[in-house]
């Protein structure tokens, strides 16, 4: 079985910063890709970014230059920095973790709201 539990979801002004981690456990989990969805009310779930075990990042446009993404392999967690935030981030964000054998995991989900 494979765990991710996250935090630091909330409620923030646009122009603000919050800060997502997601830690994971289990014993089927080995080093692999992990990275952050968000979903939308009434859209499909979008990647935001992902991180590889070597630390090589993939981001979606509308948060390059905004969103960091950054984790530790010795604590199994990944963070996501989000900074200069905007009404059309707010989503729930879902940290993922993708097996080496391409089976996604995924945490419960955190909420970021952010008001204009």
């Known amino acids: 079985q494979v765990q991710l539990v996250e935090s630091g979801g909330g409620l923030v002004q646009a122009g603000g910063s919050l800060r997502l981690s997601c830690t994971v456990s289990g014993n089927r989990f080995s080093l692999n890709t992990m990275g952050w969805y968000r979903q939308a009310p009434g859209k499909q779930r979008e990647l935001v970014a992902t991180?590889?075990?070597?630390?090589?990042?993939n981001f979606a446009d509308s948060v390059k230059g905004r969103f960091t993404i950054s984790r530790d392999n010795t604590k199994n967690t990944v963070w996501l920095q989000m900074n200069s935030l905007k009404p059309e981030d707010t989503a729930v964000y879902y940290c993922?973790?993708?097996?080496?054998?391409?089976?996604?995991?995924w945490g419960q989900g955190t909420q970021v709201t952010v008001s204009s």
């Open positions: 993922n973790y993708r097996s080496p054998n391409d089976r996604d995991y």
């Open positions: 991180i590889t075990v070597g630390g090589a990042r």
